[in-house]
């Protein structure tokens, strides 16, 4: 019983973090690629002018605060 007390506590962080909805902080949320165009971005709109939140796997509003989640992938 104890050895599946991590796993049981792993999936219900991971299950209250994916209940969170549009005010949600994703940690796991795809990086933005360090290219000229995505450093130069700011404002969703400038996000909204190529990617549209119809087309996108996951819940997206355009309410959405992109910069928030989606950071620049450091490093590369």
């Known amino acids: 019983m104890l050895r599946l007390l991590p796993i049981v506590l792993v999936i219900a962080v991971l299950l209250a973090g994916a209940a969170c909805g549009p005010k949600r902080l994703a940690p796991f949320a795809p990086h933005r690629p360090n290219t000229d165009f995505h450093r130069a971005a700011q404002t969703n709109q400038a996000c909204l002018g190529c990617?549209?939140?119809?087309?996108?796997?996951?819940?997206?509003?355009?309410s959405d605060d992109c910069l928030k989640c989606h950071r620049i992938l450091q490093g590369e």
């Open 51 to 62: 990617h549209e939140t119809k087309t996108i796997r996951t819940e997206h509003q355009a």
